[in-house]
């Protein structure tokens, strides 16, 4: 189910995208970064997907954990559709 904001599928693709590059630039697995989550490497995977959104304890927990601003790591709109 697509929250109202985001009725094309678009954020969830930026933000699934967002997540996965912050990661790679660490160098750490879905697995690692489920660890530090404290969060199963499924759930990862479906942020990394866009089939689910982190809520906003764990927005606030990937930002910090990847060390990316969180409005660069979850813009509330497209750049590219702007």
């Known amino acids: 189910m697509r929250s109202t904001f985001d009725r094309d599928g678009g954020l969830a693709r930026l933000w699934a995208a967002n997540i996965t590059s912050a990661r790679h ?27 689910t959104f982190p809520t906003i304890v764990h927005q606030h927990l990937l ?20």
């Open 25 to 51: 630039a660490r160098g750490w697995t879905k697995a690692d970064l489920a660890e530090l989550m404290e969060v199963d490497k499924s759930t990862v995977g479906r942020w990394e997907n866009g089939h």
């Open 63 to 82: 930002a910090r954990m990847l060390d990316v601003p969180l409005a660069d790591l979850f813009p509330l709109s497209d750049p590219a559709a702007d």
